[in-house]
Every structure is written in C-alpha cells, then in structure tokens.
C-alpha cells in the first residue's frame, strides 16, 4: 500500500465507518492486545495477516476496529500525518 492509497482508505473509513467491526467503547491495551495475539485478523490494506489494532472513533458509527499488517500501519500514519488528497 501506498500512501495515496493509505489516504483513501482512511477517507473511505471517514466515509463509510461501518466497513469496519465495531470495537468496544473505551477499549484499553488488553482489549488492544488480545486483538492482535488471540483472534485471526487480515491487514484492511493488503489482505496479510494483521499485527496492530486500531481503534477509530467514528462521530457517526461510534468506535471501529481497524486492522493493520506493521507495513500498512506506517504507510497510513504516514498519510495520517501528511494529508493529501487523493491523485
Ligand atoms: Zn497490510
């Protein structure tokens, strides 16, 4: 993934929240860990097995998880960071 692609896939959870499972509210770093080591979840990005869980809170879903392989977690902090819109 790429970071014009990282940034539309974040425009893409700002626009449709509801892609992603919902998280429980005020989910802390057990809740966070648990995610990554004891339950199967593929990258959003590419598809390979995820090793980070977000959690993104939606103004309009409330919070949702998002799960990332270590590379696509960069690539969309990165393009957290520096908003572009999309080529
Ligand atoms: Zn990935």
Redesign the pocket.
Known sequence: ?NTAAATGLLLLIAAEPELLAAAPEGADRGELTHRVREEDHL??????Q?VCAVVVNSRTAGPRWLD??????FTVRLANESPQLPQ
């Open positions: 993934m990258c959003l990005g590419c598809g390979t995820a990332l392989c270590s590379e696509c977690w």
